[in-house]
C-alpha cells in the first residue's frame, strides 16, 4: 500500500499540537487595520486552537500528522 499525501497548504499553515489538537495563525491581520479595534488586533496576536469541527477537516489532509 502506497503513502498517503499530505496537502502542502495544511503542512505549511497548521501544526498538531502533542495533544492532538491543530493549531494556527489568528485570522484577519493581513490588511486593513485601520478600521479594527485595537482590542481585536491584541486578541489576534500569536496563534490560536481550531475548533473541533475544523480539526476533523485539517486532520483529514494531514494523515501524518505532520
Same mark, same amino acid.
Given at each position: 500500500m502506497?503513502k %498517503?499525501? *499530505?496537502k502542502s497548504?495544511? +503542512? =505549511?499553515? #497548521?501544526k498538531? *499540537? $502533542?495533544? /492532538?489538537?491543530?493549531? $494556527? /495563525?489568528?485570522a484577519?491581520?493581513r490588511? /486593513?487595520m485601520? =478600521?479594527?479595534s485595537? +482590542? #481585536?488586533?491584541? +486578541? $489576534?496576536? /500569536? @496563534? @490560536?486552537v481550531?475548533?473541533k !469541527?475544523d480539526?476533523?477537516?485539517i486532520? +483529514?489532509m %494531514? !494523515?501524518?500528522g505532520d
Open positions: 502506497p %498517503m499525501k *499530505t497548504s495544511c +503542512k =505549511k499553515r #497548521f498538531i *499540537t $502533542a495533544s /492532538g489538537r491543530v493549531k $494556527a /495563525g489568528q484577519g491581520k490588511h /486593513g485601520i =478600521k479594527r485595537n +482590542k #481585536f488586533i491584541r +486578541k $489576534a496576536r /500569536g @496563534t @490560536t481550531l475548533s !469541527p480539526e476533523k477537516i486532520k +483529514k %494531514m !494523515p501524518y
